[in-house]
């Protein structure tokens, strides 16, 4: 089956600019996680939802980064007033919540690239 | 605070000679410690979740293990297509998921 999905694989925007970044998770997955991963990190956490509303959003840097799922199923990340330390490779990853299974499936990530 | 830490940060190793990559942590209410490998310009592929202390689980040349504080990933007689990052996360009781920064494997023919 189709696993999750992001969009664009490459976005390289000027400082200042508005930027959207989408995901498409799993099929039936219910939790969907944004993260953003620094050369050489780990994923760092930005937000969480559960469903269509934002369970966590403690992650989010500043006011600048937003992030809906409307519908429940696909999520936009926004970041606003790009600036250079902005740029990293942003995941989004899925997973079955509320089975007794939480693993995360990731996206091959947006790596975000701001001049 | 939680925290996760993950050594060596590299690891350079002969195909057939085995070793363990190790990740250390400090949580409140864990509900699992997951393993990653993740291969360059790619994202993080799923490989085992462990949810309590003393409990085991493998794959191929791979077997994670958990204790209270640490979990150790043992890689047996590896190949050069083991070479991978591989990244351990812990979920804390909050549901969030807390990432190392990962042991990047090198296993050379």
């Known amino acids: 089956g189709a696993g999750v999905s992001q969009t664009p694989s490459n976005k390289v925007t000027e400082k200042g600019k508005y930027v959207e970044l989408r995901c498409d998770p799993i099929?039936?997955?219910?939790?969907l996680y944004w993260y953003r991963q620094s050369l050489g990190q780990g994923p760092e956490f930005l937000i969480y939802?559960?469903?269509?509303?934002?369970?966590?959003d403690s992650g989010l840097p500043n006011d600048r980064f937003f992030a809906v799922r409307p519908e429940g199923s696909v999520s936009t990340l926004k970041i606003q007033r790009t600036e250079r330390g902005d740029s990293a490779v942003y995941l989004c990853?899925?997973?079955?919540?509320?089975?007794?299974?939480?693993?995360?499936?990731f996206g091959p990530g947006t790596r975000l690239t701001v001049t | 605070e939680d925290q996760v830490t993950q050594s060596p940060e590299a690891l350079r190793l002969q195909e057939g000679e085995s070793s363990s990559l190790n990740c250390s942590y400090t949580?409140?209410?864990?509900?699992?410690l997951f393993w990653y490998r993740q291969d360059p310009g790619k994202g993080p592929e799923f490989l085992f979740t462990?949810?309590?202390a003393g409990e085991e689980k493998e794959k191929e040349r791979l077997k994670a293990t958990l204790t209270k504080k640490e979990s150790f990933l043992h890689i047996t007689a590896p190949k050069p297509e083991d070479s991978a990052t591989y990244l351990c996360?812990?979920?804390?009781?909050?549901?969030?998921?807390?990432f190392g920064s990962g042991t990047k494997l090198n296993v050379k023919p």
């Open positions: 462990l949810y309590s």
């Open positions: 939802f559960q469903g269509t509303g934002a369970a966590d």
């Open positions: 949580v409140s209410g864990l509900r699992g």
């Open positions: 996360a812990v979920q804390a009781g909050d549901n969030k998921f807390y």
């Open positions: 990853a899925s997973s079955l919540q509320g089975a007794a299974i939480y693993e995360q499936y």
């Open positions: 099929s039936g997955h219910t939790a």
